[in-house]
């Protein structure tokens, strides 16, 4: 049986970010711990606001904590969830219908996607609505020496 073990993360669209980088750092009296041109995070209190300007987010998106990210998506698979992937353009479709986004960091045959101290998945409930996992994992960090 899954256990989903809590929400990790809530992302939001943001179709201007940078104007929602500022908005978001004024509300919260600080900058991103992290923002690319794609995805800006505040983190606190062990909760992460995410934005992203991601095409396919049009609603706030609840990332989920799992201990095991490969069995909590075949159980939400086996209740009816569908598996997604990023495809090439930015955008979300369900798993093998298109091809999905080139990069070492995503499984073609779940859509499960590695990322740097975790793994994430999104997937569509029987509803529509979508629903994202996630699973910490250990970083190894690279240290120069020299």
């Known amino acids: 049986m899954m256990q989903l073990n809590g929400f990790s993360n809530v992302v939001l669209p943001a179709r201007d970010l ?20 794609e995805f ?11 934005l992203t300007a991601a095409p396919w987010v049009d ?4 990332f989920w904590t799992v201990e095991n990210i490969e069995q909590a998506h075949r159980a939400l698979v086996a209740a009816g969830a569908t598996a997604m992937t990023e495809v090439a353009d930015g955008s979300l479709a369900e798993l093998g219908t ?12 779940t859509g499960i996607v590695d990322m740097p101290g975790a793994r ?5 409930a029987a509803d529509g609505n979508l629903i994202g996992i996630t699973q910490e994992v250990p970083m190894d960090w690279l240290v120069d020496e020299s």
Do not use: M
């Not at 929602?20 to 900058?31: D, K, N, P, Y």
């Not at 298109?98 to 045959?109: K, T």
């Open 18 to 37: 940078p104007a929602s980088i500022a908005a978001w750092t004024a509300l919260l009296g600080r900058e991103p711990a992290f923002h690319s041109d």
């Open 40 to 50: 800006a995070a505040f983190s606190g209190d062990g909760v992460e606001i995410g």
């Open 59 to 62: 609603h706030p998106l609840v």
């Open 98 to 109: 298109a091809e999905a986004a080139e990069g070492d960091n995503i499984d073609p045959g």
């Open 120 to 124: 994430l998945a999104v997937l569509k």
